[in-house]
């Protein structure tokens, strides 16, 4: 066996942490020729189509699917009522009070609809044209409910109700309470001795997360078995699901993600579509497909962000910040999805942002609307509680009279002060905010800015400029199991890794961290590449799969390198000190006198006396020669359970021009510097903060999923709803300060929603600072032209949009997503 | 987003387009680039019985000179458009407001022809076309007919060209004088449809505007003429401020739509920003 004999045994292979690696997954997955679920063909496969409803709300009075059965190719029409009794709810995980109303949510409605694009029923054929041709074949009457469009009306005084059988429109009362968790004084008290306070109502609307690839659902029944194919972030978590849901048991369930095209929180979810293709394969035992179209993607797939927040927060005169009250409303849509619930209770925790408050009360309505679910979007309740920190700490400046600036420092938590515990319980572990500051203001040149500023404002130039701060910090590495089991969240928050160390000396690492994207197979591999000192191409790794990677709960909330990085590195550790013994027996030494460096390990104090991992594993393989009373094996599996969150932080500072003629707003420049810790791989971590500042500043200029007055989604195409491009984003002046994390071997933060999290406050900070002086207070997001007009021009937020969708294709975003049009949404508006 | 089954008809000359599109039945809808059809059929807000596809009748692309006017082949692609040079010798114009249009990839496959006639009312082109006062030459068994630009737009996505027609080739006059141009687009992300856009075609003599011609994008129904600045500008001093003061009326007449972008009040509002600008830029100011 010479298998390593021709590798070159030359000095220690250069160090891969920290090295900019190309992503190696990326040219099949830019190529497309690669396992995405819609790329699957198996034999005898049937199609799926969904019947959807074009109403809000209503009682499916009866449905006709007779014609539907009829037509050509078809082979079944499924109801809700055929299912009623194997469908159960579709499940969420996180019951974030004990009292929590959870109405129950059909996959398949079966006496009531609850909001437009509701399942109905499904169309199963032979094609997927001839499924598609039979979705208007079906006839359902609708009895139309009023639709519970509006949170603060919902919540108010009597209320039309979103679903009937409840007795509110309320799902749950979430409090923290910093007083009553003894990790602050009496809010109550603090802001009535409190010499100045500010309030103000914020809105997040809602946002789609608009990934990439569609959704897409494959189901092969094989015997009892059942394997699924599935655009998923969470197999794992869908496995188990699923086996609860529809009582399939866990052992007879294998689901695999295969290449997943983007989440962003979008497919962090047990889908309606997924247990209705699990239910037909069943049924008709065969295999079956359903790929959504990208207008059933934007009007079904769960919605993101959906709050308003009533802020408080006091001081005294001279700036110091004493307390903070923040009551939410949180729109959950029309039913509870996977952790919707969780999302704002992700928040909850982060309100007061970097700064020492002495107290802190956070409450939080869920509210049911009849609009398609919330849940978890890129930063999960995050960005919306960074946005209302950082943009009230703007109006607190503007009321007493300070630099903006100037009232973060004076309030910010000092880098002598870590690790420091927040008024909301939260132990930050390392950092550095003065510094990292000083960097980004370097990187943007502010003070040249600053002076233009000056000179546009003395010059009543039309166009005005305006600097804004974001100075944020964010838990990352979901997450502790033990703090998700106080938070009633129903998972631990571990991961797990297992490392093959093959015959021929190659890797491969198993990760149950799953990737839709992020590029966890370069990163792993330079990660394992340093422990075991093999070749970075040496290392594969595999993941996605049950039957390939059993344990592991998937990739969300910057969790991946953080854990699940830290679980491969841990893995890692114990080949080698599997492979150490085996070395102690193959050299004729004693472990202790082993040394281990590059993959070799060598007995101290005798040169040329070495052998490598690759040549034990090879040792291992043969076990011809092994050490007495040992398994012939190296690999080893870890599960890292991580004690605490980690906290990157960061300064975001953006430079905004605002037209003040037509409301335009451009940003001039934008800079950043990031405090992630380790950077395993800096390209990687520079992709991952543009894609998320791309998405941080959609929120602030561009996206809203818009309803009319009929519960039509009318930003049902991209038409619609504006997702940025790169032609209208500005470059982006990025840097870091690394100050590790305690918490986990690597000493990595996460990254993954930094830059979503962190950007949208000092967007809107920006274009705030540039109109102030010309009597602007507040714009709602997006900051559209014609609300910031209107907020220069009327005063005001700049107000609501008119909801009709736009004339380009004749208005067919309506159309197509509602299949009804009544006096309030006719098409193309008031036309 | 799987289209209706149609039927499909693939003609090489515009004679046998005619043809097919006499045979083809109650709902004939002809394809150009498919840009705006496609979609819509995609989405089955259209389920034409037949589909005659243009993309094989050479005679209906490119551009060539005939003499007082440039003539451009109705299913010449925008960016055949763009780069031609009587185009961009003759009607800077249009080559300006093709680059707004959508992206690269559309901009290879939509035509001329088929951005005209489809007459979205926040197309770019139909304002162009009406400011420079182009001609549309119609095909139909019976024979060619010319209607001016004015008569071509006759309401929301509706164009003169009748059932059994084709729209062949867009006749753009040669301006002489000493012409400056400009297309003023408002959107929000680089490929979409205007919100309001304005087209300028001002000729100056010795320091005043001697003619103005303006058109606007999606001000209403169709494209329309700012006739009320066209009016205050004829002979007016080429300033700042006159132009400003013209610019002033520049929603007169219009009727503009609400929707997600803007509504009505604020399109004035940009109609009357935006053709200060495109007029002071097309006055060479
Ligand atoms: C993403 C996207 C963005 C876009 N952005 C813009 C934009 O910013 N500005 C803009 O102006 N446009 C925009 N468009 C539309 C684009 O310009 C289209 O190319 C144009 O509207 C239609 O041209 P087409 O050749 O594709 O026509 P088709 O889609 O093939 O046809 C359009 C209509 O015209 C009819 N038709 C076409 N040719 C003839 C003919 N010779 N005789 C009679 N009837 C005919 C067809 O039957 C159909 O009803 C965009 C399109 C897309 C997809």
Wanted: hydrophobic content about 40%; proline content about 5%.
């Amino acid at each position: 066996m010479t298998a390593v004999e021709d590798r070159p045994t030359t000095e220690a292979p250069e160090r891969e942490v920290g090295k900019a690696r190309r992503r190696k997954e990326d040219a099949r997955l830019i190529t497309g020729r690669t396992t995405w679920t819609d790329n699957m063909v198996l034999p005898g496969m049937l199609h799926l189509a969904v019947v959807r409803s074009p109403v809000a709300h209503a009682k499916i009075s009866s449905i006709d699917t007779s014609v539907a059965q009829e037509a050509p190719g078809v082979v079944a029409v499924l109801t809700g009522r055929d299912v009623a009794d194997e469908q159960g709810s579709i499940p969420c995980a996180w019951p974030v009070t004990p009292d929590m109303v959870n109405p129950g949510h059909p996959s398949i409605a079966v006496d009531e609809v609850n909001h437009v694009g509701e399942a109905v029923a499904v169309i199963v054929a032979r094609s997927k044209a001839a499924a598609q041709d039979a979705v208007e074949l079906v006839d359902v009457d609708y009895d139309l409910l009023p639709a519970v469009l509006d949170m603060e009306e919902a919540t108010g005084q009597d209320p039309d109700l979103c679903h009937d059988h409840l007795e509110s429109n309320r799902s749950f009362h979430f409090v923290f309470d910093g007083g009553e968790a003894g990790t602050g004084a009496d809010t109550d008290q603090v802001f009535a001795d409190a010499e100045v306070v500010v309030s103000r109502r914020f809105v997040q609307q809602r946002l789609i997360p608009a990934f990439m690839e569609p959704r897409s659902v494959v189901v092969q029944p094989q015997g009892d078995n059942y394997t699924m194919w599935s655009s998923t972030q969470v197999p794992h978590i869908l496995r188990i699901m699923l086996a609860m849901v529809t009582g399939v048991p866990e052992h007879k369930l294998r689901v695999v993600a295969p290449d997943v095209g983007g989440g962003f929180g979008g497919k962090l979810q047990v889908t309606p579509e997924e247990v209705i293709s699990l239910l037909v394969a069943r049924r008709l035992g065969k295999p079956v497909k359903w790929t959504e179209t990208r207008s059933e993607s934007l009007m079904t797939a769960h919605h993101g962000r959906d709050q308003i927040q009533y802020i408080d927060i006091a001081s005294d005169r001279e700036g110091n910040v004493k307390g903070l009250r923040c009551r939410i409303l949180a729109d959950m849509g029309a039913y509870l999805r996977l952790v919707s619930p969780g999302v704002p209770v992700l928040g909850a925790f982060m309100f007061n942002g970097i700064y020492k408050f002495d107290a802190y009360r956070f409450e939080c309505d869920g509210v049911f609307t009849n609009k398609t679910p919330t849940d978890a979007y890129r930063g999960a309740g995050r960005p919306e509680a960074t946005f209302a920190i950082e943009r009230i700490m703007d109006e607190l400046a503007v009321e007493l009279g300070m630099d903006p600036l100037e009232l973060r420092r004076k309030n910010w938590i000092k880098a002598e002060e870590f690790p420091f515990t927040t008024v909301a319980g939260m132990t930050y572990d390392s950092g550095d905010y003065e510094t990292a500051t000083q960097q980004a203001l370097e990187l943007l040149g502010y003070d040249e800015l600053r002076a233009e500023q000056q000179r546009r404002r003395e010059s009543n130039d039309p166009v005005q400029l305006g600097i804004g701060f974001s100075t944020f910090t964010e838990m990352c590495g979901l997450a502790p199991s033990r703090v998700l089991g106080s938070l009633s969240y129903g998972a631990g928050g571990w991961e797990h890794a297992a490392i093959r160390m093959l015959p021929t000396g190659k890797v491969e690492v198993v990760t149950g961290s799953t990737p839709h994207g992020q590029g966890h197979e370069t990163a792993w591999s330079q990660l394992v590449a340093d422990r075991l000192g093999v070749p970075f191409e040496d290392v594969e790794v595999l993941h996605g799969d049950t039957s390939v990677a059993p344990r592991g709960l998937d990739t969300y909330g910057s969790r991946s390198l953080v854990v699940g990085g830290a679980a491969v590195v841990n893995a890692a550790e114990k080949v080698v000190a599997k492979a150490r013994r085996v070395a102690a027996h193959l050299l004729e030494a004693s472990e202790d006198d082993l040394d281990y460096t590059g993959g070799k390990f060598s007995v101290r104090g005798t040169p040329g006396s070495e052998v490598s991992i690759q040549e034990i594993a090879l040792a291992t393989f043969a076990a011809h020669n092994f050490p007495e009373g040992v398994e012939p094996s190296i690999d080893a599996d870890a599960t890292f359970d991580p004690e605490n969150f980690s906290f990157p932080h960061g300064t975001h500072v953006c430079a905004m021009e605002v037209d003040t003629e037509t409301g335009m707003v451009k940003i001039r420049k934008y800079a950043c510097v990031d405090d992630v810790g380790t950077i395993v791989n800096p390209l990687i971590v520079e992709g991952q903060v543009h894609g998320g500042l791309a998405q941080g500043i959609a929120q602030a200029l561009f996206e809203e999923a818009v309803y009319d007055a009929d519960g039509n989604l009318t930003t049902g195409t991209f038409v619609d709803y504006l997702v940025p491009s790169a032609a209208d984003l500005p470059h982006f002046d990025t840097g870091n300060t690394v100050h590790e994390a305690p918490g986990n071997p690597i000493g990595a933060k996460g990254v993954g929603e930094a830059g979503c999290i962190a950007s949208t406050p000092a967007v809107v900070n920006a274009a705030l600072d540039a109109v102030r002086h010309l009597g602007v207070r507040d714009i709602r997001m997006p900051l559209t032209p014609e609300r910031v007009w209107r907020a220069l021009h009327d005063g005001g937020d700049g107000g609501d949009r008119a909801t009709a969708g736009t004339n380009a294709y004749g208005g067919a975003q309506t159309e197509t997503t509602a299949g009804v049009s009544t006096p309030q949404s006719a098409l193309g508006g008031d036309r | 987003m799987i289209p209706a089954a149609f039927e499909y008809a693939r003609p090489t000359t515009v004679d046998e387009a005619l043809q097919a599109i006499a045979a083809g039945g109650d709902d004939v809808k002809v394809l150009a680039g498919g840009q705006s059809l496609i979609p819509v059929m995609r989405l089955r807000l259209a389920a034409p019985e037949t589909v005659v596809d243009l993309g094989r009748v050479a005679e209906l692309r490119g551009v060539r000179d005939d003499g007082d006017a440039i003539v451009i082949g109705a299913m010449t692609t925008h960016h055949d458009v763009m780069t031609d040079p009587l185009v961009q010798q003759y009607a800077p114009l249009i080559a300006e407001a093709t680059e707004t249009v959508a992206d690269r990839q559309v901009r290879a496959r939509g035509t001329f022809g088929g951005a005209l006639v489809h007459a979205d009312p926040a197309g770019d082109l139909p304002a162009v076309a009406l400011a420079l006062d182009a001609e549309f030459v119609i095909a139909g068994l019976e024979g060619r007919r010319t209607v001016s630009a004015g008569e071509f737009f006759v309401d929301y996505l509706t164009t003169a060209v009748e059932e059994g027609e084709l729209l062949v080739e867009i006749r753009v006059p040669k301006l002489a004088g000493e012409w400056g141009m400009r297309y003023e687009k408002f959107n929000r992300v680089a490929q979409a449809w205007s919100i309001v856009a304005v087209a300028a075609v001002v000729r100056r003599e010795n320091g005043h505007i001697a003619e103005a011609r303006i058109g606007l994008t999606n001000m209403g129904s169709t494209p329309l003429r700012a006739t009320a600045v066209e009016a205050a500008l004829a002979g007016a001093q080429a300033s700042p401020e006159t132009i400003a003061a013209a610019a002033r009326s520049a929603a007169e007449g219009t009727s503009p739509s609400s929707d997600l972008n803007a509504q009505a009040d604020y399109r004035e509002h940009l109609a009357q920003v935006l053709t200060r600008r495109a007029v002071t830029a097309a006055a060479g100011l």
